[in-house]
């Protein structure tokens, strides 16, 4: 995987950079040096290669291991749980493990097919949040709900129609389903939940995006 940026660069655990690309152009001595310190292979490129390799890239692209998911069994005794029913911004990923982390949430359950997965955006948008939260990739999301009653934890799904979530008294153990930025929370999904909850809303637009809806509601539920 490659990914870019300066910020990214100083995010990164260095044990999984393969290779680091910078711009002939490249002036930040600060991260020349840590490239140097950490003994990481590095190669000066000309810049316009590097324009078409990846947009904005700041004079550095660095190239990384793929992303390691962790499993339902890396869960030990979290408070609170995220489960994403096939999100697909990346953008509203990075944010919401942004926000997760800034929480101090530590899993995030994600489906492996057709919702967004851990690639160059998603790193990028967390601004190093994903070095401190474990993304957990699972075949089957009622397969893992189940799991997670079976440890004990409360499934709330977010969802319009749902229970205001300032009236609702929450389990110990909760987790907390955030659905599709299109279609919600799949029919599958809500069934398999044992409370639905919402966020009310007053003005014209009757919905938020996912990550907002996220925050709004890991802190009201945290709190």
Do not use: W
Not at 21 to 27: P, R, V, Y
Not at 42 to 55: G, L, N, P
Not at 146 to 160: E, R, S
């Amino acid at each position: 995987m490659r990914v870019c940026g300066k910020n990214v660069f100083n995010e990164l655990n260095y044990k999984i950079v393969r290779k680091v690309l910078i711009s002939d152009t490249f002036k930040d001595k600060e991260i020349i040096n840590k490239i140097k310190e950490n003994k990481l292979k590095y190669i000066v490129t000309d810049s316009k290669i590097m324009d078409r390799m990846m947009a904005h890239n700041q004079g550095i692209i660095i190239e990384i291991d793929d992303f390691s998911y962790g499993t339902i069994d890396d869960i030990k005794d979290d408070n609170l749980i995220l489960l994403l029913d096939h999100l697909e911004d990346p953008h509203n990923f990075g944010a919401i493990i942004r926000t997760c982390e800034a929480k101090g949430i530590k899993s995030i359950i994600i489906p492996k097919d057709r919702g967004v997965t851990v690639n160059e955006t998603v790193m990028k948008t967390s601004s190093g949040a994903l070095n401190h939260v474990n993304i957990i990739m699972v075949t089957n999301l009622v397969n893992a709900i189940n799991k997670l009653k079976d440890k004990g934890y409360f499934i709330y799904a977010a969802d319009m129609d749902g229970k205001n979530y300032h009236d609702v008294d929450y389990a110990d153990k909760v987790v907390l389903i955030i659905g599709n930025e299109g279609n919600g929370i799949s029919k599958i999904i809500k069934n398999n939940s044992d409370e639905i909850i919402s966020i009310p809303m007053k003005g014209v637009v009757n919905s938020l995006n996912a990550s907002v809806a996220a925050a709004i509601l890991i802190y009201g539920i945290g709190d």
